[in-house]
């Protein structure tokens, strides 16, 4: 098992910039790949990010070109969402996601662990 702990969401202008981080306990996070995904409001849940275990790869969906940045500290079992240039469409609730298995994937069913979500809203 392994709980994971999403903080630093939060209330930001257009153009703002938040860095999320979430927390993994229990079976040892650093053999996981790790993913971000959104759920905003009326909308089902997105893709936004993923890395590898050792953090070699990663990956972003389209929407982010540029703006997000995905990192891991294996040694501090935290993954960061590194956002810059936030828009009101990227105001949703993130979600932090942990997988058994060796690839991180890009679809929610992929991933077996979920913590409870941080919000975010961007104002216009």
């Known amino acids: 098992q392994v709980q994971l702990v999403e903080s630093g969401g939060g209330l930001v202008q257009a153009g703002g910039s938040l860095r999320l981080s979430c927390v993994a306990s229990?079976?040892?996070?650093?053999?996981?790949?790790m993913g971000w995904f959104r759920r905003a409001p009326g909308k089902e849940r997105e893709f936004v990010s993923a890395?590898?275990?050792?953090?070699?790869?990663?990956a972003y969906a389209g929407f982010v070109k540029g703006r997000f940045t995905i990192s891991r500290d294996n040694a501090k079992n935290t993954v960061y969402l590194q956002m810059i240039n936030l828009k009101p469409e990227d105001t949703a609730v993130y979600y932090c996601?942990?997988?058994?298995?060796?690839?991180?994937?890009?679809?929610?069913?992929?991933?077996?662990?979920w913590g409870q979500g941080t919000q975010v809203t961007v104002s216009s």
């Open positions: 229990g079976r040892t996070s650093s053999n996981c790949p």
């Open positions: 890395i590898a275990r050792n953090g070699g790869s990663t």
């Open positions: 996601a942990a997988r058994n298995g060796i690839y991180y994937g890009t679809r929610a069913n992929d991933y077996d662990y």
